[in-house]
Structure formats: structure tokens, C-alpha cells
């Protein structure tokens, strides 16, 4: 999305403009100023305008011939930076200073929201990919206002190993599916980079936020560890279900239908990761929030009014329930609240903003308005907890200074990436060791089409393993992504139970096991994952967390 530009004082001399006019043929005339950040001058920044390209020097400055026209934008690019823009009327060329700040991140995960539960066809070709029910004008929204990625990924199939590969640009297999021992594997995690490091480490302005669900469980460290300023706390599924109905042995019913004032508390996290942004721009720093939705997880709330606007929605063939409806409102209405309050901030031109959800939907439901017993995130197979497509393939967006509106990729992007590209915008020197995401900085910009990776592949594990090609269950199921293909592998007793092949350009249901007919790509990705696995001391046979 190309932000709109900062109107400056005309650039261009009147006398030689109006000639220009007159005559209606080009006119060239000399733009100069300074490019600084916090009164330093920035050098080596790339500047634009019209045909002609220059650099700042060493005192942050800059000369250039551009054809001149009036309220032409200027483009300007410096490591660190986001891209900033800036209009150029007519009057005079001495631009002055250009003061450069560093950019926000907010990066939104809505929890166990299927591909297809959004009222956007997520895969252009196939209308199958929207919801025939479900209506979400927000985000449908955020995803017109920049790049959406129809093979967006979550790097596990459930919330916790999700949110600790978020954080570390680590594969489940590293962490919450290690064969060391949980003591080393947590400590080691601790003093891994994290977003807040990297972005402290380039200016310690830096404040940085993770409001909602947390979430990591086994050690259950303290935001604060990982170097957050502000947080929950160490927050999990609870927080999201208080006030649910209980069964008679004192459970959550996780059937009942849940009437509240603030369902899932999406009105409370909109309200206070707005006050801590207004906090931020207000002292003029610069600032990284995680907005972590408790919905759509487990325990249906809604408002009640919203209930009642949905009774009179036509419902759909795989999409019905009223009670999930209304809470997916409940979520977008939370969600266009938030970038609204975003608009009026004044921050969007410096902002970026990432959208995803934390894994796949549910396959099925039973509430009291509905049962579903068909996939509900067909066109996809299964859901959440399997890493099939419909457990990991999930809605994701980004939006930006730079980024074009109505993008959209096919190029395979997960959440252990974010660290990373969050690292190559803001020109990060810490090293990044032992992760598996790669910077999607080029890809957003639409500048390539490929994404670079220690490992030219992405891994996703769950600690279940029901395969399609075996009726004997498994104690665990990994998969692997490489280009168009996906090998699925299950696991008992930590030997391989079975072995799947699907390419997914032509098959994203994987209905057609090519395993039998293209044994050696088998053979070949099978054996990346095998030596993966070894590689990161993964383990096959944990079946719990």
C-alpha cells in the first residue's frame, strides 16, 4: 500500500514551471535537501524521483535532476527504514530536512481461524475458498490494503507452539517437539533472538507489547523473558473462556452458547493495545505490538445483539452455525475498531501490520445452535491439529509503507518468517542462529518471488498422527514443504508408519497420494525431513505437551 505523502513547500521554481506549462514540454530542475533520523544525517539512502535516482552522502544529502511536474512523490529508501514518500508541488527545489522515523509493527493472530472462515476467496481461482456463510468486511479490508498470501502458513497445528515459534523464527521441532531434555530445550530457548531483541538492539526506543494469550506452557516463561516492556503476563486458554458455561461435573461446556458484554475480551485487547499505541506515538517512540485474540478458541461468546443479526443471515451449505458467525463478527468489528483507531492516529504511513491466525480451524462443531460433521475447512483436509492443509494453511496479510494494495502472492510464507523480515527491514546485525524462517521484505514489496531460508524447506509437526494412506494411528505426523510439493510422514514408535506425497499447485485437498508414482521426489524430500529432524534432535515419540 503506497501511503498517502507528506505535502512539503512547493519544489520547483515558479518562473521555470510556468514556461514549462506553457510550452507543455518536460521540464528539469535540480531537488536537493537532507535525509536525517534523530538529528543524524542518514547516509547512503536511496532517493527517487521521476526517472532519475540518487544517494545521500555522508551529511545525509542529496541533488538530483527530476522531471519536473507538479505534485510528483519523491521515494525515499534507507536501510532501517520503512520507504517514505513525499509530494512535491511547485515553487521550489530546496526540500530541507527530511526527518525519518523508525517504523511500528503490529502483527494481529486470531486463534483457530480456519483458510476458508473469512468472506475473502482466498485462492482467486476457486470459489470454494470463502466462506458461503460467515461475512467479515474488515478483515476482508486488510487484505484489499496489501499483500495476502494464499499458502500463508502457521508453523504448528495448535495455539502453543505456534506462539513460540513466532517469537524465535523456530520450527515446532526445536521446541515443543525436542528430544532433549525440557530443562536445556527451555533455557536455550529463552536466550534465542526474539522480536523485541532484534528491534532493541537496532535503537532502544524500541517499546515493545504482546497483549491476549500467550500461551508457551512447559517452562511458562514471563513475556518479560523474552523482552517485552508491557505484556498479560503469562496468559493461556483461561483467560479466554472466564465466564463459560459449565458442565454438570464442572467443566467447560464447550457446546454452550455464551452470551457477553465484551465476548473473548476482543473490545478490552482493541481498547488497550490502542492506549499503548497512542503511549507510544504521543513520546515519539517507536513501538512493536502483539494483539493476540482469544477468539476463535474453544468456548463460543458472542454478543448477544450480534447473535441476533446473524439469525437473519442465509446460511450456507458448509458454513451455518449462528453462534460461531456471530463470534467471528465479534472479531471483525474488533478488528476494523482497531485499524480505524489507527487511521486517526496518523500512523499508518509508518506502520506495518501483519495478520495471521495462530493454526487451522476446527474440521468439525457441536454447539447447541448446530452441529457440523462435515470438514469445515473444505476445500482444505482436516484442521486444526493435523498438518494436513487444513490444520496450518491459514488466513495471513500484510499490510504497509511501500506495500500495494490488492497483492497477492502464491509464494509458500509462514509465521517463522516474520522475525526475520521485522530483522531485514529494520537493517538488524544480531545474528540469527538456529531458526528456519527467511526475510519476506523483497516479496511484500513485490521486488522477487522467492523466499530465502536456512533450509530450503519449511517443517510443521503435530504430536498426533491419523494418515489418510494408513488406518493404523500414529504417535506423531510431520510434514514437509519444498516448492509445489508436500511429503507427510506419521510416525509410531519412532519409526516412519507412513508416507504421503501431494503437489499442492494442483491438489490443495491432498486427494492424490503421489508417493506411489514419484517414489524418488518421496524418497529425496523424505529424506531432507529425516535428516531435519536428527539435525534440530526433533522427537517423534512425544505424544503430549
Not at 465476548?263 to 493495545?273: F, Y
Not at 515519539?284 to 463460543?300: G, M, N, R
Amino acid at each position: 500500500m503506497k501511503p498517502e505523502a507528506v505535502n512539503l513547500k512547493s519544489r520547483y521554481k515558479t518562473g521555470i514551471l510556468a514556461a514549462c506549462l506553457l510550452l507543455a514540454a518536460p521540464c528539469w530542475a535540480d531537488v536537493s535537501g537532507k535525509v536525517s533520523h534523530k538529528d543524524s544525517p542518514l547516509e547512503g539512502c536511496k532517493v527517487i524521483h521521476g526517472s532519475s535516482t540518487g544517494t545521500t552522502a555522508s551529511d545525509g544529502g542529496f541533488a538530483l535532476p527530476s522531471l519536473a511536474t507538479v505534485n510528483e512523490t519523491l521515494e525515499i529508501r534507507c536501510k532501517g527504514f520503512a520507504p517514505k514518500y513525499v509530494d512535491l508541488q511547485a515553487d521550489d527545489s530546496d526540500m530541507g530536512d527530511i526527518r525519518l522515523k523508525r517504523p511500528n509493527f503490529i502483527l494481529i493472530v486470531s486463534d483457530d481461524q480456519g483458510w476458508v472462515q473469512t468472506s475473502t476467496q482466498m485462492d482467486p481461482d476457486d470459489p470454494e475458498t470463502k466462506s458461503d456463510y460467515f461475512r467479515t468486511p474488515n478483515i476482508d479490508s486488510f487484505f484489499k490494503s496489501g499483500i495476502r498470501f494464499t499458502q500463508g502458513y502457521s508453523p504448528g497445528t495448535y495455539c502453543m507452539p505456534t506462539r513460540r515459534a513466532i517469537q524465535t523464527s523456530q520450527s515446532t521441532l526445536r521446541h515443543a517437539f525436542n528430544g532433549q531434555p525440557v530443562e536445556k530445550w527451555t533455557d536455550a530457548y529463552k536466550n534465542q533472538v526474539t522480536i523485541p531483541r532484534v528491534l532493541k538492539d537496532v535503537d532502544p526506543d524500541y517499546m515493545t507489547a504482546h497483549l491476549g494469550k500467550w500461551d508457551l506452557r512447559y517452562d511458562d516463561p514471563h513475556p518479560k523473558k523474552l523482552g517485552y516492556d508491557i505484556s498479560d503476563g503469562a496468559t493461556g486458554n483461561g483467560q479466554g473462556n472466564i465466564g463459560s458455561k459449565k458442565t454438570k461435573k464442572g467443566r467447560m461446556d464447550k457446546s454452550a452458547l455464551n452470551p457477553a458484554a465484551d465476548p473473548k475480551m476482543i473490545m478490552d485487547l482493541t481498547t488497550r493495545a490502542t492506549d499503548f499505541i497512542q503511549q507510544q506515538v504521543e513520546a515519539d517512540k517507536p513501538f512493536f505490538i502483539q494483539v493476540s485474540h482469544y477468539a476463535l478458541h474453544l468456548a463460543v461468546f458472542f454478543k448477544p445483539e450480534t447473535y441476533d443479526e446473524v439469525l437473519g443471515w442465509k446460511k450456507g451449505e458448509k458454513h451455518f452455525i449462528p453462534s460461531f458467525a456471530a463470534m467471528l463478527k465479534d472479531l471483525d468489528d474488533g478488528i476494523g475498531l482497531f485499524m480505524q483507531e489507527l487511521d486517526d492516529l496518523g500512523i499508518r504511513d509508518n506502520t506495518y501490520i501483519i495478520f495471521m491466525a495462530d493454526n487451522g480451524g476446527r474440521p468439525i462443531q457441536n454447539l447447541e445452535d448446530g452441529k457440523a460433521r462435515e470438514n469445515l475447512n473444505y476445500p482444505l483436509s482436516k484442521g486444526k491439529h493435523s498438518v494436513y492443509e487444513g490444520g496450518i494453511r491459514v488466513p495471513f496479510a500484510i499490510i504497509g509503507p511501500g506495500i500495494r494494495a490488492n497483492g497477492i502472492t502464491t509464494t509458500t510464507v509462514s509465521g517463522v518468517d516474520i522475525l526475520p523480515t521485522i530483522a531485514d527491514i529494520v537493517d538488524s546485525k544480531l545474528e540469527l542462529s538456529n531458526t528456519d524462517g527467511g526475510s519476506i521484505k523483497d516479496l511484500i514489496y513485490q521486488e522477487s518471488d522467492t523466499v530465502v531460508r536456512p533450509q530450503p524447506f519449511l517443517v510443521f509437526h503435530d504430536k498426533d498422527g491419523k494418515s489418510k494412506s494408513n488406518s493404523e494411528k500414529g504417535d506423531s505426523e510431520s510434514a514437509l514443504i519444498q516448492g509445489d510439493f508436500k511429503l507427510i510422514k506419521t510416525w509410531k514408535d519412532g519409526a516412519q508408519n507412513s508416507v504421503e506425497l501431494y503437489n499442492l499447485s494442483k491438489d490443495k485437498g491432498e486427494h492424490e497420494n503421489l508417493a506411489g508414482s514419484m517414489p524418488d521426489k518421496t524418497a529425496a524430500l523424505g529424506k531432507l525431513l529425516d535428516d531435519y529432524i536428527a539435525d534440530v534432535k526433533g522427537d517423534v515419540t512425544i505424544v503430549t505437551d
